[in-house]
């Protein structure tokens, strides 16, 4: 059985959820990355906590949008520096990708937001 939320927490819920993605836009549209296609690339990213991933792990990383669009994305990201390539020392034929400092001072800083925003709603 569906436990239903009352109108006005699911308002306030819904406010939060339009705050977020507008923090977002605030947060990257200076740089071209308001895309929310990217707040899940660079979130997923952030959270797995691995220093390296491989490449075409982050196409998976992207679920909104084609498995094309998101090589085109993670390659754009990578030709404007907000995502680090390095060769894997393992195995030179893997290429290995990480966020760039500045993209992740601004995606904790927006993390730090949404926390904020969220945990107002109790």
Same mark, same amino acid.
């Given at each position: 059985?569906?436990?239903?939320?009352?109108?006005?927490?699911?308002?306030?819920?819904?406010?939060?959820?339009?705050?977020?993605?507008?923090?977002?836009?605030?947060?990257?549209?200076?740089?071209?990355?308001?895309?929310?296609?990217?707040?899940?690339?660079?979130?997923?990213?952030?959270?797995? /906590? &691995?220093?390296?991933? +491989?490449?075409?792990? !982050?196409?998976?990383?992207?679920?909104?949008?084609? *498995?094309?669009?998101? $090589? %085109?994305?993670? /390659? &754009?990201?990578?030709? +404007?520096?907000?995502? !680090?390539?390095?060769?894997?020392?393992?195995?030179? *034929?893997?290429?290995? $990708? %990480?966020?760039?400092?500045?993209?992740?001072?601004?995606?904790?800083?927006?993390?730090?937001?949404?926390?904020?925003?969220?945990?107002?709603?109790?």
């Amino acid at each position: 059985m569906k436990k239903r939320i009352a109108r006005s927490k699911g308002q306030a819920v819904a406010r939060a959820i339009l705050d977020m993605d507008w923090q977002w836009s605030a947060q990257f549209g200076d740089i071209g990355l308001n895309d929310l296609n990217y707040s899940d690339l660079f979130s997923r990213m952030w959270v797995e /906590q &691995e220093d390296y991933f +491989a490449k075409t792990a !982050l196409y998976d990383f992207m679920p909104g949008v084609s *498995r094309r669009t998101a $090589v %085109r994305y993670v /390659q &754009e990201l990578i030709d +404007a520096g907000w995502l !680090l390539e390095t060769t894997s020392t393992e195995d030179r *034929r893997i290429r290995q $990708v %990480r966020l760039a400092e500045s993209i992740e001072e601004r995606l904790e800083q927006f993390l730090a937001y949404v926390h904020q925003r969220f945990g107002e709603l109790e």
